[in-house]
């Protein structure tokens, strides 16, 4: 017989797991002058937030399936460019603390796959598992706050650009469309010729994102014409380097992964029961039947 979940529309939710818990953990250290502690001092706001905006878009999407994503470590792209990235500050050690309670507690207590592979941002894991297993899925939405990630929108792939978990806008072709003037796979090239200030990706100077939209048009999106168009030709060296750091990249090792590994309802009841009591969860103890729904586990002791 068939689980609830195979008799749903297969709904595979991709989760970001560092813009998830970033956006998630400082929301709540705006609000709360000390954050969240264990008596032992260890803290939990950041993994608290991240569990309840997670369990919250589980249950919106209806997702089937659920795959987080994170850096391993590493990074191609800066051994390309020593610049990449380099405006980035430096997380505390709190921070990264609770990263690991996320991926070595919370996920496996909920049954949720984990993806991280050292050398490779996170974005192009995403990238790849989007278009190997598009096909396998009746949707796939990418919950992230990286408009980096908008170049894997296409038909059946569809981003969740969260910023609070009041404000998340989904993104189809026609909203990126909208937002940035040019089609999800024109992106890279878009951020080749303006930059991406998030990424410390100068653009070639003169050449904004509205002057980048009419230069792509003018040369029908096709980057060898782009490259000789006068106001790009001098710097066409600039432009060249930066593709290469801002187009995602298929990754060979994530093709082995099968539907069958992100199907939620992997986890048990008694290992969500001791997540919530290890790390004084108290309020998601009395969400626990819908958190168990949610995540496809079954009560036994019903």
């Known amino acids: 017989m068939k689980t609830p979940a195979e008799q749903s529309p297969k709904r595979l939710l991709i989760v970001d797991a560092l813009a998830l818990f970033h956006r998630s953990r ?6 709360m002058k000390e954050g969240m502690r ?15 905006n997670l369990l919250s878009f589980l249950k919106k999407t209806e997702a089937t399936h659920c795959l987080v994503v994170y850096d391993a470590g590493g990074n191609f792209r800066k051994q390309q460019s020593e610049e990449y990235k ?56 990418i919950l992230t706050c990286d408009q980096d990630i908008l170049q894997c929108v296409r038909p059946g792939v569809k981003v969740l650009l969260f910023n609070s978990a009041k404000n998340t806008k989904m993104m ?4 990126v469309k909208e937002k940035l003037g040019v089609m999800p796979e024109h992106i890279p090239m878009l951020k080749a010729l303006s930059g991406d200030s998030s990424d410390n990706i100068r653009g070639i100077r003169g050449i904004g994102n509205k002057t980048a939209v009419k230069i ?12 000789m168009h006068k106001k ?15 187009k995602s990249v298929t990754v060979s090792s994530v093709f ?26 108290e309020s998601f103890k009395k969400r626990r ?11 036994s002791r019903k």
């Not at 989007?130 to 396998?136: A, D, G, P, V, W």
């Not at 189809?172 to 909203?175: A, I, N, P, R």
């Not at 039947?289 to 009560?299: F, G, M, Q, R």
């Open 38 to 52: 264990l008596p032992d001092g260890t803290p939990t706001t950041g993994s608290f937030g991240f569990c309840n």
């Open 26 to 31: 400082n929301a709540l250290l705006r609000t």
């Open 172 to 175: 189809g072709e026609e909203e």
């Open 256 to 281: 082995t992964l099968s539907p069958t590994d992100l199907l939620l309802g992997a986890g048990t009841y008694q290992q969500v029961d001791i997540l919530f009591d290890k790390f004084h969860f």
């Open 289 to 299: 039947a819908s958190i168990l729904k949610t995540l496809n586990i079954n009560d």
């Open 86 to 141: 380099a405006n980035r500050a430096k997380n505390s050690e709190d921070f990264y603390r609770e990263m690991e309670i996320v991926k070595r507690h919370i996920l496996p207590a909920f049954g949720i796959k984990t993806l991280g592979i050292k050398g490779v941002e996170a974005d192009d894991v995403i990238y790849t598992v989007s278009r190997t297993m598009e096909n396998q899925f009746d949707e796939i939405l």
């Open 232 to 246: 790009v030709n001098i710097n066409s060296d600039i432009a060249k380097e930066n593709l290469e750091l801002t």
């Open 216 to 227: 792509l048009e003018e040369c029908e999106f096709n980057w060898e014409h782009v490259l």
